[in-house]
């Protein structure tokens, strides 16, 4: 029988902790080792769906995977077996055969590793917290040793509440018997990284969790990329189902471009200066019918010498609200609009959700190109090959 290729499952913290980032950066790493051809890749339980062409839908991940490495991967359907959609944890709990739906959901994600027997490695990557798909049975540990994988366990940047994090993941990979190869320190505030690699090493983490035999391998301690994880003006209009795209000058790329922060612009007309407010890529958030202060906003942005403001949002827009003027004064700026219905307090607990939901998308090519460069510097890609079996 021919030796099955080991399989790296990438488990994190919590959703969003960068999972998807780290599987780009792996493969773009040792693809310089060993060839792209003999990488395999899947996505073994997915929650969140993006439509095929074909009107297929499957985990957006591996798209985006696909998208961006190239890997052999003529069928992306293959490599989503799981799909908990909409209603599939409803109907599973309140069903009364669970163990065949979950035997079914097995069978799926053995059918695909078959599919990718052929490879020298295969990447698994795991969805949300290591707990997440319990609740059919298949949480990312439980797949895992299904998938007879090692793990390497996302853990954010820090030092107290990095060490707690481990301690609760840990031990629930230790109560359900996982192998946990080692760790890769996310998101580290790059004034913050020296430190980290002198307080938190291997043989630190040895003495904390003396346990683990072998003990936890360190692949890398990340910094944190400006702009990776913030959402664009682009994917900002999808969270908001009724609203009004402002049609303004040449801003084609510039909805693609990741935004800063965002800035609800409160201050009367004499009192608001946007050079104290307002930084590139910023989102100002301002009401509809403020056509003094979105002049203003707009001669600001006209005069920024590079980089331009993010966008402009108005609320509490309706048919008569933004006036012919505000529209006017937007027609020829350089500045991604939209009109909104909601008041500033929804608005921004909106644009909150985007901020702290971010996923890659299929046109952030100019992010990816960041992670290759970030894993090319910050991964171990030669000592993570060996630990995990090549």
Known sequence: MSRKPPVVFIAGERQHAGKTVTSLGIISAISKIIDPGDIGYLKPVGQEMTTLPSGERIDKDVRIIKEFTGLDMPDMGMLSPVRVVSG????????????????????????????????????????????????????????????????????????????????????????????VAGVLFNKVLPSKLDQMKEVITEEALARIFPEWDPMLKVFGYMPQVKYLNNPSMHLISKYFQQHRTLKTGRTGQAWHQPCRKVKIISQDFDFFNPELSLRPR???????????????????????????????????????????ETLDILANAQLPSLAVQMDTAETDATLYKCFTNTKLQLYDKLKHQSIVSLFAEHFDAERFIKAFGL
Not at 95 to 113: S, V, W, Y
Not at 115 to 128: R, W
Not at 302 to 308: C, N, R
């Open 282 to 324: 910023d989102i100002a958030v301002i009401g509809a019918g403020s056509r003094r202060r979105v002049r203003r906003i707009v001669e600001y942005n006209d005069a920024l010498p590079e980089e331009k403001l993010g966008g402009i949002i108005l609320t509490c827009a309706n048919d008569d609200s933004p006036a012919k």
């Open 88 to 179: 599939v944890t409803r109907d599973y709990i309140s069903g009364t055969n669970q163990r065949e739906i979950t035997a079914r959901f097995e069978q799926n994600i053995c059918e695909t590793m078959e599919q990718l027997s052929d490879k020298k490695l295969i990447i698994a990557e795991g969805t949300g917290h290591p707990g997440v798909g319990s609740v059919v049975g298949l949480s990312n540990a439980r797949v895992a040793n299904m998938l007879d994988a090692k793990i390497l366990y996302l853990v954010g940047g820090g030092i107290g509440r990095t060490i707690d994090e481990l301690e609760v993941d840990l031990s629930y990979f230790s109560h359900h018997h996982n192998r």
